[in-house]
């Protein structure tokens, strides 16, 4: 999707009709929009997802009052106006036009009554002669093929308030976004009609043709996927819960390290916490390397008395003198065979009492086989011995470290504790204490959610071997008509497909997952300051983390700014893979369904809370990261290192002149050498947003 | 061939023709359907089983 322009007509602060075309070539891929507060540049971007979705973002103020307020109080009472937002855009081969117009009337008592909106949608496949009205029921749904609609918060967003992303509740959105966007939803969405309503409808059919004991299994069975469903909904509840409690528990001690009179502990406690994660992640190392050796060679710890029992039958052997042999078997056996005496001289019937001789040496001597099992038992017993000791002085080891760093735990947490017990002191006051009392309660509430968690997986996990084991009992059941069989034969070949389909996607989703992760890893490296890591964890959330004593743990209380370069880290890997995924196709393009596409970015206020570190680095790879990136900023925000770093890449540059009523606000901006209106005497009286292109 | 898409094939391979084209049919379905307020998926999935597995 490439924007070639919107228009705008009485929308918001954009009084009458007013037009932008964007920069779609690759080296100038960026548009600028400059505007001063209030001039427009949320409204802007919210005109984008309003005229696609009919939707606006959470910090849109008043989202249905979208009309220009000029233009409404021009209307005599009874009369109407349209607010109408149209967009001009190609996706892959064909153009598109969307319009979405609503009708505004100003009533006798001078309130607005607000009808529609309507949605119109124009379609101009490549090489036809002309565009083509779309049938209106399927209008929204190609709009939502060409950028689902849970998309497009990630590629339409207040860069401000992007952090939302990097926080844990967040994850569900990550996830979601992920499938829609890498064609992955459908997979997930056929196993869950397959297994739901598809294998009910067969198991009813089959129970018309079943005997009592088909049909008990088969309500069993029912009974177990309604149970299953049940969990599922309170997994995800959990998950949400748990999410919302540490993101909570985030703010809250983001605020006691913002009070002046808490804020020297929250960094103790904040440095403490860093170790203690440091300490968690070496005891489970250390503990890892204990199992492993354990369960390499655990059994030795107990074979001291086999070792010593081994050891005594070889020593009794050889005081039999059965070891070593004194002749060897094979020795006798050649003088035998050559008819020759030990001494050299022939042997024969001459000398019957020397060959007799021989043979009775032959019976009396060793086996070989015999000498050389105790030999090898004997050496292994040694190297056995050894490798006992070994483990014992590994584990001792092992356990030293383990104990030294339990130690340091126990110290650690008791200062830990003192540190939180301070920051609830009720001599910094009701706030600080409120605070306090808050976490230590989400710490609880948290502690209690986990557990519930773990509880139900153990439950999912019973409920799915019980599932497994009805559904053998059905397969095994004798069904005695064609019909019934037949039945039973396509509700298993549904079963087959959905856990075929199942698997498709755990790979899939597993594969997008790493493949992001790599990408988020590299454009993060390339703006980050800190040496942090940024990845998308196996549960979707995005985390940034360091190493500490060679563990990798998460980084805690990560500043909002670092924390909006992880969000559009996220943003720039999901636009860079969704890109390369519409030239490579794969095994979803294969079959024929879509795959990925090109998605522009907008963005207000992108370096707006940015740390200086960051704001260069950011501004030099955002126009990067997309085919087509609009950025709208205010004056303040276009700092010189940001314009040093985005103006090569500029195609398209505009100003949202904001006409006020007030004097003292008139105000001009430099671009390029040239001064310009950016805030003006509105010579009516009226305030309105005039678009101004820079040439 | 990466990896993750050797395993798929591997998956899809152990499937008989007969299913493969179930399979594609209900991906089919399913992707017609995939923003449609009123979808009628479950319907035209068993039409597509019974259709096939005869």
């Not at chain 1, 233009?71 to 064909?94: C, I, N, Q, Y």
């Not at chain 1, 959105?173 to 009609?193: A, Q």
């Not at chain 1, 006992?388 to 650690?412: G, P, V």
Request: proline fraction near 3%; charged fraction near 30%.
């Amino acid at each position: 999707m490439i924007i070639q322009s919107l228009q705008l007509e009485n929308f918001r602060q954009f009084y009458g009709v007013q037009t932008l075309g964007f920069a779609t070539s690759d080296r100038q891929n960026v548009t600028l929009v400059h505007g001063f507060n209030g001039a427009g540049k949320t409204a802007l971007l919210n005109a984008f997802t309003w005229c696609l979705f009919g939707q606006t973002s959470d910090d849109f103020d008043a989202p249905d009052a979208i009309e220009n307020e000029t233009a409404f109080l021009e209307l005599s009472p009874g009369a109407s106006m349209t607010v109408r937002v149209r967009m001009h855009f190609k996706s892959r081969s064909d153009t598109y036009i969307v319009e979405r117009t609503q009708k505004i009337t100003r009533q006798p008592n001078n309130m607005p009554l607000r009808s529609g909106p309507e949605l119109e949608l124009l379609m101009q496949k490549l090489q036809e002669t002309g565009p083509t009205h779309v049938n209106p029921s399927a209008r929204q749904q190609i709009i939502n093929r060409i950028l689902p609609p849970n998309l497009w918060k990630f590629f339409f967003f207040n860069g401000e308030r992007m952090e939302w992303l990097a926080k844990p509740a967040a994850y569900e959105d990550v996830e979601t976004g992920l499938k829609s966007l890498l064609d992955i939803e459908v997979l997930e969405r056929s196993v869950n009609h397959l297994r739901g309503g598809v294998a009910k409808q067969l198991s009813n059919d089959l129970k018309g043709f079943a005997d009592a004991d088909l049909n008990e299994a088969i309500d069993k069975l029912e009974k177990l996927k309604t149970t299953a469903d049940q969990y599922t909904a309170r997994e995800l509840e959990l998950g949400k819960n748990i999410a919302a409690l540490n993101t909570e528990k985030q703010t809250l001690m983001q605020r006691q390290a913002e009070l002046q009179v808490t804020r020297e502990l929250a960094i103790r406690r904040h440095g403490l916490e860093e170790v203690q994660d440091g300490l968690l992640g070496q005891l489970k190392e250390r503990t890892k390397e204990v199992a492993a050796i354990v369960s390499r060679d655990g059994f030795l710890a107990f074979a001291a008395d086999d070792l010593a029992a081994t050891e005594q039958l070889v020593t009794a052997a050889r005081e039999r003198g059965e070891l070593p042999a004194k002749i060897k078997p094979q020795f006798v056996q050649d003088l035998l065979d050559q008819n020759l005496c030990i001494c050299g001289r022939p042997l024969g019937p001459d000398h019957p009492d020397e060959v007799h001789k021989l043979e009775a040496w032959r019976k009396d001597v060793g086996l070989a086989e015999y000498e050389e099992a105790i030999s090898q038992t004997s050496s292994d017993v040694v190297a056995l011995k050894n490798r006992r000791e070994l483990y014992f002085s590994r584990l001792d080891d092992l356990q030293a470290k383990r104990a030294e760093i339990q130690k340091q735990l126990r110290m650690n947490n008791e200062e830990l504790s003192e540190v939180k017990s301070k920051l609830g002191d009720p001599a910094h006051g009701d706030e600080a204490a409120s605070l306090a009392h808050r976490i230590a309660q989400l710490d609880n509430d948290i502690a209690f959610a986990l557990a519930d968690e773990m509880k139900l997986r153990d439950d999912i996990s019973e409920n799915a071997e019980a599932q497994e084991s009805v559904e053998k009992q059905i397969h095994a059941l004798k069904i005695k008509d064609a019909k019934g069989e037949l039945i039973r034969r396509q509700r298993e070949t549904v079963q087959k497909l959905a856990d075929v389909l199942q698997n498709i996607f755990e790979i899939q989703r597993e594969d997008v997952r790493k493949d992001l992760n790599t990408r988020i890893a590299r454009i993060w490296g390339d703006a980050a300051v800190k040496d942090y890591e940024a990845s998308l964890t196996p549960q979707f959330r995005l985390s940034l983390t360091k190493r500490v004593g060679g563990v990798l743990q998460e980084v805690q209380g990560a500043s909002t700014g670092e924390k909006q370069v992880l969000a559009l880290s996220f943003i720039g890997s999901l636009v860079d893979k969704a890109r390369d995924k519409i030239t490579s196709g794969g095994i979803q393009g294969a079959s024929g369904l879509p795959s990925g596409g090109l998605y522009p970015l907008i963005m207000d206020s992108p370096f707006g809370s940015l740390e200086d570190d960051y704001r260069a680095k950011v501004a030099e790879w955002i126009p990067k990261l997309s085919p087509q990136v609009i950025i709208m900023v205010s004056n303040s925000q276009w700092r010189q290192e940001v314009e040093n770093a985005v103006r090569p890449r500029v195609g398209r540059e505009y100003i949202l002149e904001l006409h006020t009523a007030k004097k003292e606000m008139r105000k001009s901006i430099w671009i390029n050498g040239d001064e310009f209106p950016y805030v003006v005497l509105s010579p009516d009286g009226s305030e309105k947003t005039v678009l101004q292109e820079v040439k | 061939m990466t990896e993750a898409t050797e395993k798929k094939v591997e998956l899809l391979q152990e499937l008989s023709e007969t299913e493969r084209k179930l399979l594609s049919a209900i991906l089919k379905i399913e992707l017609d359907n995939l923003h449609l307020t009123k979808p009628h998926v479950v319907n035209d999935m068993i039409a597509a089983v019974r259709d096939h597995i005869k």
